[in-house]
């Protein structure tokens, strides 16, 4: 994929997010570590989270990726390009539709998150997994939201933008996995 000559906002004049503050950065990854140290949940469910979460966020860096984790814990790009109708996905476990449900409405409209789907939560996950996700699709939705605003415009397998708005998705690439 050729890189874009129509990036709106050239790399250059876009801010270097790192550089200016990086101890704001290494707390950012020590609470990243303390939440994987004491990860319950499943490291193929939470991936699917990150990425779903990642498609509403439009973060091309973390829908570019995946964690070789969670690719030793069973994760196919067959499942990720399941994300693209999660509920109808025949390779998901029930527990990760409940999970990627709540994680689309965290993401998307958080407000809309009830009683209903907090119960339906409940049947599949106890309440300290619960905490866990709701951790997570936290950071996912608030870092990847940041990751959107200051993408840099380097080539990724995602893509550049579309012109129009429509969006990017994390199904259908050659991704990067990390180790």
């Known amino acids: 994929m050729e890189p874009s000559t129509a990036d709106p ?3 250059s004049a876009q801010p270097a997010v790192s550089s200016p503050r990086p101890e704001l950065f290494e707390a950012m990854s020590e609470f990243e570590g303390k939440l994987k140290a004491n990860r319950r949940l499943p490291e193929r469910l939470i991936e699917l989270v ?10 091309r860096p973390c829908m570019s990726i995946r964690y070789g984790e969670a690719v030793d814990d069973g ?8 994300l693209e109708r999660p509920a109808e996905a025949p ?9 990627v449900a709540f994680a689309d409405r965290f993401a998307s409209n958080h407000l809309s998150i009830d009683a209903a789907l907090l119960q339906e939560l409940s049947r599949h996950f106890d309440p300290g997994q619960i905490t866990e996700l709701g951790m997570h699709a936290a950071f996912f939705t608030g870092f990847g939201r940041m990751g959107a605003v200051f993408d840099t415009g380097e080539t990724l397998p995602v893509g550049d933008r579309h012109p129009d708005g429509s969006y990017l998705t994390p199904w259908g690439i050659e991704p990067i996995v990390v180790r």
């Open 91 to 99: 390779g998901m476990t029930a527990d990760e539709r409940a999970a």
């Open 50 to 59: 990150r990425l779903r979460i990642a498609f509403h966020n439009q973060c």
């Open 75 to 82: 994760l196919t790009e067959d499942l990720v390009c399941s």
């Open 9 to 11: 906002v050239a790399p």
